[in-house]
């Protein structure tokens, strides 16, 4: 049997979730209702399925996940404690350009 192989994620700001079918995004936990959470970033919000646990209100965290509707489901979620969300918001477009080629 062949390895399986998993879409890559696309590094993406909250206004480009729909358009690709994995993304990875940084950013604050906002609200957070039983397992659904609200991620903000500086381009807006996005709803993040979560499971039980992985982040807290006021949490900066990475979230890879699969987009269904909108919505993203999260398979990591990750602290980014310590990184500078000015700076990333700056060099996304270059991050973005590069992971293309």
């Known amino acids: ?11 993406s700001r909250t206004d480009e979730v729909s358009s690709h ?7 604050a936990i ?7 959470a609200v ?10 399925a979560l ?16 987009v269904y509707g909108g919505t993203i489901e999260a398979e990591v979620v990750q602290p980014a404690k310590g990184v500078n969300i000015d700076l990333y918001n700056k ?3 270059v991050l973005q350009k590069y992971a293309e080629l």
């Open 21 to 27: 079918a994995k993304v990875a995004i940084l950013g």
């Open 30 to 36: 906002v609200a957070l209702d039983g397992g659904i």
């Open 91 to 93: 060099s996304l477009p």
């Open 51 to 66: 499971s039980e646990g992985q982040a807290s209100v006021g949490d900066v965290v990475w979230v890879i996940g699969r």
């Open 1 to 11: 049997m062949p390895p399986m192989r998993r879409i890559p994620a696309r590094l």
């Open 39 to 48: 991620l903000a970033d500086a381009a807006g919000q996005v709803e993040v």
